[in-house]
């Protein structure tokens, strides 16, 4: 018979959510470490008409609200907001170490 390993425990957060949004601000100056072509993310900007600009609007200058939270892939989310071009806008967004995975848009 195998034996049975027991599933690791994710790492402990050692950042709070002002760190990761910090973070997130400064991860967001460049365009290139920001991950955003995923389906998902695509058509929920579509759908609730959040351009590009907005999108990294917020993630540059906005609030942190919610979080950090740990997803079932082992990842920690914050959710950011902010009132751009005419409109509050929120973005979920993994933060990694060098950098960022947007979840959604809403």
């Known amino acids: ?17 002002e ?9 967001a100056q460049d365009s290139s470490n920001v991950f955003w072509d ?14 590009t ?5 917020v993630l540059r200058n ?5 979080g950090p939270t740990l997803d079932k892939y082992g990842d920690w989310r914050i959710k950011l907001i902010r009132y751009t071009a005419g409109r509050e806008v929120q973005v979920v967004v993994v933060v990694n170490k060098d950098d960022l995975e ?5």
């Open 1 to 17: 018979m195998s034996n049975i390993l027991p599933f690791p425990k994710p790492n402990t957060l050692k950042e709070s959510l």
């Open 102 to 106: 947007i979840v959604t848009v809403i």
């Open 53 to 57: 600009r907005q999108l990294f609007d």
């Open 62 to 66: 906005g609030k942190g609200i919610d």
């Open 38 to 51: 995923n389906p998902h993310v695509q058509l929920r900007m579509k759908q609730r008409k959040v351009s």
């Open 19 to 27: 760190e990761l949004v910090q973070r997130t601000h400064l991860l």
